[in-house]
Structure formats: structure tokens, C-alpha cells
């Protein structure tokens, strides 16, 4: 049935762009989501979908050909496609090898862990992590490796999530979380609501077993009322951010929370229903990231030549060297090379805005169109040998690796990381967690077991 409604895509305008990204992320999401096993790079693979397939879905609600404002739009949606295919084949490798699990097995990990003590851990992790990032930028050489730290609390956070659900107690303080995360959201800058959305999908779906028609209806209802909300959201975002920043054209909040709230609610309850029709061109042209990978290829080689890894070198450098040992370390600006290589004169750093690139146009530009695929095919590696890292060696409970493992990998969801940014969150977190499995992961599980760690039963992959 499914293979069907893919199919009748193809009858709609630019319907083959419509199907190709719809036919990959069926064959990813079949591939990748076995149950009772983690389920953050299928939400990284249905968010990477729902950035290239955007693009399309925005020229339709325009009336307007594929490449209707840029000669590469086609190009860039099908590279994007197969460039997804590449960067987790080896995940999907190693998803296999993990063993086959159940409900009843997850269940007896999470039996060794006291609800009561992980609630009190994750309330402490959610004052602490809002504590840090009031500090962040003042320690310019940590502010990477603090923001690493934040992930402690959505290690509990998620935890939390499966002890409650699989233990069947205190659902309801787990769900009062999940709506206390999702208002908290509001108060910054960024507005990372969105946040608590994706942890509660990885939670969810890594309890799946299977899918039902009713299932795919709650989804369907789900994806529909946060489609709503997006649009709601749209529609206020610019003259909410603007009010936060105290209208200084910064990416800072200068007012109270209790005025930030005042004015949230104020503008959702004033929405004007004309205006939805803006909203939904904002949200599909904020949500696509195929516009600066086809205005890229539009360019290269023709205008600029191909780096040849000189682009990826320039980032590795700028990630790996602190600032002490280079003083004229300049400080990063996304923006400049998406105006770079697009040709696209953005307003930048020093105007309170940012526009990144992305990954994988990163990865074109050094190589052209082929060797982006092996480029994104060893990020998929380094992906597999981190997530198997994590998976064996956080801990001996399976469980509380699943965590781990949804913590770590979370912001690497989205493609519009270019690879400056993308390295530095990598290094950052690989280097933070490392020393985080070695001396607090132990501290912590001893806290919040039943039973001493030394009576936990071993959990061993097999290779």
C-alpha cells in the first residue's frame, strides 16, 4: 500500500523529485528502525528527508518548476537523497549486528534503576544545564565542551522516559517533564522547543515493535497538529525573537522570562488568519536546506573551483586549535562562506544573523558530486565506530546506553551544520563523553541502581 501512495507521486508536479526522496527514506526508515533498538538515527534520517524533501514540496505550493530560481535544484535534491544512502549505510551495518532485543529484556534493565532517584538526578540536570548556559560564552576555550555537557540532562531526560514507560510508573510526572521542557523552550533565544519533540519520538519508536493502522493514524494526528503549530509558530517567530533580543540585532535574550511568556502568549492569541498563507511559504523555505546546495552547484566549477579537501582541512584546523595557540583565530561566521560559494549576499554576524551552508554542500564543494558520497560515507563511519563505542562500553546496562547514545547523536539531526560547526560539536562531545563514560557514568549508575554496579549482568555485542 505504501509502495502505492509513492507511486501516485509521480503524476504530481515534479512528481519524480516528490517520489525519489519519499522511496529512499521508506528504504532508511525499513532498514534502520528494528525494534527494541535505538531509535535517534531514524529520526536523524526523517529529518534529513523532511530538509531536502521541502524543497520540493515549496515549489509545488508555488505552482513554480524544480528550478524555477536555480538552474540545480533537481541536482541537489537527488545528490542530497543518495548522499543520506551513503552516510548510513554503515550505521545500518552495525544497527544489525546489535542483538535482537525485546520489550521484556529492556524491561529488565530498567529494573535496576530506582525511579525515584532518577526524577530527583533529572530535576537536579535541568537547573544545573540551564545554569551552564548562562555561563557558556563566558570560558571562550570551553563553551563546546560545556554545551557537551548539557547532554547529561537529556541522557536523564530520556532515561527517565524509558524507566516510567517500561516500568509502568510515574508516566504522569514523565509526561509533566515533557510539557515543562517543551514551555522552557520558549525562553530562549532559539526557541529549542523542538528539542523534547525529537526525544520523546526517539523514546517512542525504540519501544515499537510494530507498526499497526492505528499507529500510523496517532503519527498521522502528530504530525498534522505540529504542522499546525509550525505554522502558528512561523507566523509569530520574527516579531517574538525581536522582542527577546530588546530589538538589538543579537541572538541573545534581554528581557525577563516572565515578559518573554507575556508577549508569547499575547502574539499566538493575536495570529491573523491571512497571514497563513505567508506562514506556509516561511516554514517550507526555513525547513528545505537544498537552496544553497543547488545555488552552490550552480557555481562550481564554473565560477569557483573545486577545493580538493582544502574546505574540510580549513575547518579540521579551525575546530583542533585553541585560541591560545592562535590568537588571530578568527571567530566563526557560518555566513561568510555560504555567501562565498552560493553568491548569495546575506546580511552576517556582525547584523545578528546567521545562514550555514551545510554538510554535505561541504562535502560537494572539496569533491564534486561522486566524491561527496565517499565523504559522507566515512562520516557514516565515524558515526558507526562512535555509536558502537557508546553502545559497549557507557556502561553494562543496556538501557542507559540507549541514552547515551540518543544524547550524544540528537544534534547531529539536521543538515544545516556546516562542517566547521559540525566538526567542533563532534570533537567536543566525543572528548566530553569519553571522559563522561570513564568517571561519571559510574558515579551516576551506582546512585541511581537498585543494586551495586558490580551485580549488573554484562551486556556484550557480538561481532
Not at 510494530?210 to 497538529?225: E, G, R, T
Not at 508569547?264 to 497563513?276: I, R
Not at 540518543?406 to 567542533?424: H, I, K, Q, R, V
Request: aromatic letters at 20%.
Amino acid at each position: 500500500m505504501l509502495t502505492a501512495l509513492c507511486l501516485v507521486l509521480l503524476i504530481f508536479n515534479n512528481g519524480f523529485y516528490l517520489f525519489f526522496p519519499v522511496l529512499v527514506i521508506y528504504a532508511l526508515v525499513y532498514l534502520l528502525q528494528q525494534p527494541f533498538k535505538p531509535g535517534v538515527f531514524s529520526l536523524i534520517a526523517i529529518q534529513h528527508f523532511l530538509q531536502i524533501a521541502a524543497g520540493v514540496w515549496l515549489c509545488n505550493y508555488l505552482g513554480k518548476d524544480i528550478d524555477y530560481n536555480t538552474q540545480s535544484r533537481s541536482t541537489a535534491i537527488i545528490a542530497s537523497s543518495v548522499g543520506l544512502c551513503f552516510l548510513l549505510a554503515p550505521v545500518i551495518y552495525y544497527q544489525n549486528k546489535i542483538p535482537t532485543q525485546s520489550r521484556k529484556s529492556l524491561t529488565a534493565y530498567v529494573m535496576e534503576f530506582s525511579t525515584q532517584k532518577l526524577m530527583y538526578v533529572y530535576i537536579i540536570s535541568f537547573f544545573f544545564a540551564a545554569f551552564l548556559g548562562t555561563i557558556a560564552f563566558l570560558f571562550g576555550g570551553f563553551t563546546q565542551i560545556i554545551f557537551s555537557l548539557v547532554k547529561i540532562k537529556w541522557i536523564l531526560f530520556i532515561l527517565f522516559g524509558y524507566v516510567c514507560l517500561l516500568k509502568k510508573e510515574r508516566v504522569s510526572i514523565f509526561y509533566l517533564f515533557v510539557v515543562l521542557e517543551f514551555l522552557n523552550g520558549f525562553l530562549g533565544f532559539f526557541s529549542d522547543f523542538k528539542t523534547v519533540i525529537y526525544f520523546l519520538v526517539v523514546l517512542i519508536i525504540s519501544l515499537l515493535e510494530k507498526l499497526d493502522f492505528k499507529k500510523v493514524f496517532q503519527v498521522f494526528v502528530i504530525a498534522i497538529s505540529l504542522g499546525i503549530f509550525g505554522l502558528l509558530w512561523t507566523t509569530i517567530k520574527g516579531e517574538y525573537r525581536s522582542f527577546l533580543s530588546g530589538g538589538e540585532k543579537s541572538q541573545s535574550v534581554n528581557v525577563e522570562q516572565g515578559a518573554a511568556i507575556d508577549k508569547l502568549v499575547e502574539l499566538s492569541s493575536n495570529v491573523n488568519t491571512n497571514a497563513f498563507d505567508a506562514s506556509v511559504i516561511a516554514m517550507l523555505d526555513r525547513l528545505q536546506y537544498t537552496y544553497h546546495f543547488a545555488k552552490t552547484i550552480d557555481r562550481m566549477p564554473e565560477v569557483l573551483p573545486f577545493e580538493n579537501g582544502a574546505n574540510w582541512l580549513l575547518s579540521l584546523e579551525f575546530t583542533t586549535t585553541p585560541r591560545f595557540l592562535n590568537p588571530n583565530k578568527p571567530s566563526y561566521d557560518a555566513t561568510e562562506k555560504t555567501k562565498k560559494y552560493t553568491g548569495i549576499r546575506y546580511a552576517g554576524r556582525r547584523e545578528g544573523a546567521s545562514f550555514s551552508l551545510g554538510y554535505f554542500p561541504d562535502c560537494f564543494i572539496d569533491f564534486g558530486i561522486y566524491g561527496m558520497m565517499l565523504m559522507l560515507f566515512a562520516i557514516g563511519i565515524m558515526y558507526m565506530l562512535t555509536y558502537a563505542y557508546l553502545l559497549r562500553k557507557s556502561s553494562k546496562n543496556l538501557v542507559f546506553n540507549y541514552a547515551v547514545v540518543a544524547a550524544f547523536f540528537m544534534e547531529f539531526n539536521a543538515l544545516e551544520m556546516d562542517s566547521t560547526y559540525f566538526l567542533g560539536r563532534f570533537f567536543a562531545s566525543v572528548v566530553t563523553f569519553y571522559f563522561l563514560v570513564h568517571f561519571f557514568f559510574p558515579f551516576l549508575i551506582s546512585y541511581i541502581s537498585i543494586v551495586p554496579e558490580k551485580t549488573e549482568k554484562s551486556y556484550i555485542l557480538h561481532t
